[in-house]
């Protein structure tokens, strides 16, 4: 099955890019107009997070979405073949040199990032670090399907990032740590924490949003600096990547500032061109009103109330 799979996505990839986006309008059509996938999630989302337009802006916006999502899933596919050259032309990085210099310092960096743009080739940001030493990874769920899994790990990781589960995140930066060599590791940190992994709230869009605290607590743990991905699509399949330094130390500042920072210049990203966010996930389909009635904090640790 993986071979089946590997092959057909391989062939597929070779397929010039305007193959690629012919084939993408095609699957516009069928996604927003015959199957108007997950249509009801985005229309509530758009709604709530935009009560100050009107039912048409918002339409017009949900449209687009349909329109990015799937080019996402048309660049995604040729992303497996596509030259290091070319991904450089298409996925572009400004403010590497001041991370270069806090890499080169002995310092990690942990990026913080979102469900915008095609997040798939932020992992391209490896060929902007020329021949620097260090350990590149991404957090990441592991997949139900283990075919799935293993395939998208085989293209997410030829540049040389790592996968990282998250589980594993600490152990992986610990080795690497004791090898004495500085890692960048990217959070995705926009996603619906589990019940028992809520343990902040931020309002994220004129809602009361629980959140993905890890990335700030690892990165005061282990003394990280905290760098802000924000991300542009300039054209139809080019973006570029801003990379804003937050702090080079985290200590100093209040416990979940950083947490609350990464989702005000997150809001600000996507507000920009909103088009390009994630609209289709659920993202708020946690509230603080069940979670309060159904969960407690108990030394430090979410547990089940009686």
Not at 94 to 100: A, E, R
Not at 122 to 128: A, I, M, N
Not at 133 to 138: I, S
Not at 274 to 287: A, D, E, I, V
Request: charge should be positive.
């Amino acid at each position: 099955m993986y071979g089946a799979l590997y092959g057909t996505w391989y062939l597929l990839s070779l397929l010039p890019m305007w193959v690629h986006y012919l084939l993408a309008d095609a699957l516009y059509v069928l996604v927003a107009h015959v199957l108007r996938y997950r249509r009801r999630v985005i229309d509530k989302n758009l709604k709530n997070a935009f009560p100050e337009l009107d039912d048409a802006e918002r339409q017009r916006i949900k449209h687009r979405y349909y329109h990015f999502f799937c080019d996402y899933i048309a660049e995604t596919v040729k992303f497996a073949t596509m030259s290091h050259s070319n991904i450089k032309r298409r996925m572009t990085f400004k403010g590497v040199d001041q991370v270069i210099d806090i890499l080169k310092s002995g310092q990690s960096v942990a990026l913080m990032l979102g469900h915008y743009g095609n997040w798939e080739m932020v992992t391209s940001l490896r060929l902007w670090l020329g021949d620097l030493d260090c350990g590149w990874g991404h957090i990441y769920h592991p997949l139900e399907n283990e075919v799935m899994d293993r395939l998208f790990l085989t293209f997410r990781n030829r540049l040389g990032s790592e996968s990282i589960p998250m589980r594993e995140t600490l152990r992986w930066l610990m080795h690497h740590r004791q090898q004495g060599r500085p890692t960048m590791v990217g959070y995705i940190s926009d996603q619906v924490p589990t019940w028992q992994n809520i343990h902040h709230w931020v309002n994220f869009f004129n809602q009361d949003t629980p959140v993905f605290t890890g990335a700030e607590r690892i990165a005061r743990k282990l003394g990280q600096a905290v760098v802000y991905v924000d991300v542009r699509c300039t054209s139809r399949g080019h973006y570029e990547a801003q990379l804003q330094v937050i702090t080079r130390d985290p200590a100093s500042m209040p416990p979940m500032s950083i947490t609350d920072e990464y989702y005000r210049r997150m809001e600000t990203t996507i507000r920009r061109a909103p088009q390009y966010w994630l609209w289709s996930h659920n993202r708020w389909k946690r509230t603080r009103e069940e979670f309060d009635r159904r969960y407690q904090v108990v030394g430090g640790r979410v547990v089940e109330r009686k």
